[in-house]
């Protein structure tokens, strides 16, 4: 019975969600260029793209949690193109914030900070949003900056090993 109340559950869930919050929905592939002409047309405020970045990664956890196949990467590379977007508006100067420098480092940003594949979502975002190399180099620091940030770089914990371990050092075979 929770073979099939489970699935149904989360179906009528997304079904919810998806009239809730309609951007959260689908890929998100299609929907970069229309966003972008939205927000500059004025039609997509901050607050309609920050809630439907949440409803995107809801909509994600929801179908994962109810057995629907899929995966997480290019949802979050698509709720980063929301935030990227909320982030040029909240701004609103292009002079001083470009929107695609915000759109890029964002949609980089949001998915390096929760998997371990920075240069794989780099790759994707760049190929994605047609970019040359030199428009490249703010992603890059993005991607490090958030992975490390939220994965860390193990250095820290590293030495807190090696200085619980200091005896190690004294054995002969640790000083070659």
Request: charged content about 10%; proline content about 5%; glycine content about 12%.
């Amino acid at each position: 019975l929770t073979q099939l109340l489970i699935p149904t559950l989360g179906g009528l869930c997304l079904g919810l969600l998806a009239q809730a919050i309609p951007l959260s929905m689908l890929s998100g592939n299609g929907q970069i260029r229309e966003a972008i002409i939205s927000v500059k047309g004025g039609e997509y405020t901050v607050n309609l793209l920050l809630g439907s970045a949440a409803g995107k990664m809801l909509a994600v956890g929801i179908s994962i949690g109810s057995g629907f196949e899929g995966g997480c990467i290019f949802p979050s590379l698509f709720a980063g193109v929301y935030i990227g977007l909320a982030a040029y508006l909240y701004m609103e100067n292009d002079n001083e914030f470009p929107l695609l420098l915000c759109l890029s480092c964002f949609m980089v940003g949001l998915p390096s900070s929760l998997f371990p594949i920075p240069i794989t979502i780099l790759t994707i975002t760049a190929f994605t949003l047609q970019l040359s190399s030199y428009q490249s180099g703010p992603m890059v620091a993005s991607a490090v900056t958030a992975h490390c940030v939220a994965s860390g770089t193990g250095i820290l914990i590293k030495l807190m090993k090696l200085a619980r371990k200091e005896h190690l050092f004294d054995d002969p075979i640790m000083t070659r």
